[in-house]
Every structure is written in structure tokens, then in C-alpha cells.
């Protein structure tokens, strides 16, 4: 009982009207179909009338004739108001839910407005930017002092490296020179010195520092 008795939607309303727009539009086909044949009932016989010269029948049927194309060109012009009207409640129905949607949006945007306070956000958007500009000045300053602590620290290493790299360059060509020297007398001073003239020079100090890299 309560299903008789239920409001029914605008949906429902429009499919009502459709439906019966569409009854009604298959109606008029059939009349106009069986307007057609009786169109050419009347033809056939006007012809046959004429045939046997009878004018006054081929002049009645004449006029029933006119009177048919009539009748069938008013189904055509009430069969277009038809469709006409389906097309309109379909077109009227898509305009109610377009309308609806926009009530439904601009309810929400309202209610969104009343919570948000554009000054407050606006002030949350300053402290985001002037925190943030604080943590990229703060990050700069730690990384600036790690990299002058660490490249103190690895410059000290690495000349210390170089310095003992070169020592022992040097140590090894020493070695060589005196293993390679020629052994002199004790009491030979010209060969003593000749020794000494054969060790290493400021030449060879700069040659091993220039392929080690140091200027």
C-alpha cells in the first residue's frame, strides 16, 4: 500500500511523458501508414474512373483525394511537434539536474568559505616561508662549517702525504746514486768531492716535486 502512495520524482514524472510521447508518436506513424494506402486506394480508382469516362465519380474522389493529403500532412507536422516535445522534457530534465548539481556545488563552497579565513591563511603561508628561508640559511651555515672543518683537516693530511711522499722519492733516489756511485779513497779529496757533486740537486728536488703535482 505504501508504494501507491509514494511521491513520485521528477525522473519519474519525465519517463511517464516520455513514454507516452512515444506511444503517441508510433500512433501517428500507423495513421499516417494507413493514410498512405488509402491514398493510393483513391488513385487507383480515380484512374479507373477516368478510364471509363465516368467524371462526375473521378470528381468526388478527387476531392476525398485532397482532402486524405491533407489529413496525412497534418500527421507529419503533428508527428514533429511530438518529437518536438520529447526532445524539449529531455532537454528540460538535463537543465533541473544541471541546476541541481550547481545548488548541491554551491552549497559546499559556501560552507568551505565559512570555514576558511583567507587572513589566517594567508599569516600561516608567511610563517611557512620565513621558517623555511630560516632552515635553508641555517642547512647553508652547517654545511659551510663541516666543509671548512673537513677540508682543513684533509688539506693537513694530504700535505703531510705529499711531504712524505717526496721525502721518500728523494730517499730512493738518494739510495740510488750512492749504490750506482763509484768508490773512491779515503785519501783522494777530488774524488770526495766529486761524490758529493753527484748526490742530489736542487734540479732533481723540483723535477720529483713537479711530478708529484706540488708547484
Not at 83 to 89: D, H, V
Amino acid at each position: 500500500m505504501a508504494g501507491f502512495f509514494k511521491k513520485k520524482t521528477v525522473d519519474d514524472v519525465i519517463k511517464e511523458q516520455t513514454k507516452e510521447l512515444r506511444g503517441t508518436q508510433r500512433q501517428i506513424t500507423r495513421d499516417r501508414s494507413s493514410l498512405e494506402k488509402q491514398e493510393k486506394q483513391l488513385e487507383m480508382e480515380i484512374k479507373k474512373m477516368a478510364k471509363t469516362g465516368n467524371k462526375e465519380a473521378c470528381t468526388i474522389l478527387a476531392k476525398q483525394l485532397i482532402q486524405l493529403r491533407r489529413q496525412k500532412n497534418r500527421s507529419y507536422a503533428v508527428g514533429s511537434k511530438v518529437t518536438s516535445m520529447s526532445s524539449q522534457t529531455k532537454l528540460m530534465n538535463s537543465q533541473m539536474k544541471m541546476a541541481g548539481a550547481m545548488a548541491t556545488t554551491t552549497k559546499t563552497m559556501q560552507a568551505v568559505n565559512k570555514k576558511m579565513d583567507p587572513q589566517k591563511m594567508q599569516q600561516t603561508m608567511q610563517n611557512f616561508q620565513k621558517e623555511n628561508m630560516k632552515m635553508e640559511m641555517s642547512e647553508e651555515l652547517i654545511n659551510d662549517t663541516l666543509d671548512e672543518i673537513f677540508d682543513e683537516s684533509g688539506d693537513e693530511e694530504e700535505s703531510d702525504s705529499i711531504v712524505n711522499q717526496v721525502l721518500d722519492e728523494i730517499g730512493i733516489e738518494i739510495s740510488g746514486k750512492m749504490v750506482n756511485a763509484p768508490s773512491t779513497s779515503r785519501n783522494n779529496p777530488a774524488s770526495s768531492s766529486t761524490s758529493k757533486s753527484d748526490g742530489i740537486s736542487d734540479e732533481d728536488i723540483e723535477r720529483q716535486l713537479k711530478a708529484l703535482g706540488v708547484d
